[in-house]
């Protein structure tokens, strides 16, 4: 990989407002185009443009991204968001079908245990440490009646 590349791909990286990355690969015909390419995707979309030799070099960049995961999941462009955040309003819709529990608790109980599996599971102690004595007897209650 070229330095030049490889420290683009870096501050790609590092960059706290990343919002995706375009790798154009430089071709006679790329070049034609790549001052709007680059201004485009830069100044209009707020990415990071990296020209690529190959498209080896491109899948080479493409996995360093990836890999790069495990340190900071939050800055990978490739990573789609998490699941649970897209089910959050849902789950908050269900814990406040619980009787006593408003928006409020609901959020929480769903800080504190966020399944409803493991809510379910709560002991009326860790329920207390939340939202109190009664409140957690009624959450108790709701999840053990039908066992």
Known sequence: MRNGVGRSW???????????????????????YFPAIQKFTVLDLGMVLLPVASQMEASCIIIQLVQEQTKEP???????KKQ???????L?????QIPGVGKIKASLLLQKFPSIQQLSNASIQELEQVV???????IHVFFTQSR
């Open 84 to 90: 649970a955040q897209l089910s959050e309003p849902f």
């Open 92 to 96: 908050l819709r269900t814990v406040q």
């Open 10 to 32: 870096h501050r790609a990286c590092k960059s706290s407002n990343l919002q995706g990355i375009a790798i154009v690969e430089k071709t006679p015909t790329s070049e034609q």
């Open 132 to 138: 109190g004595q009664a409140a957690a007897q009624q």
């Open 74 to 80: 939050s800055k990978n462009p490739f990573l789609r």
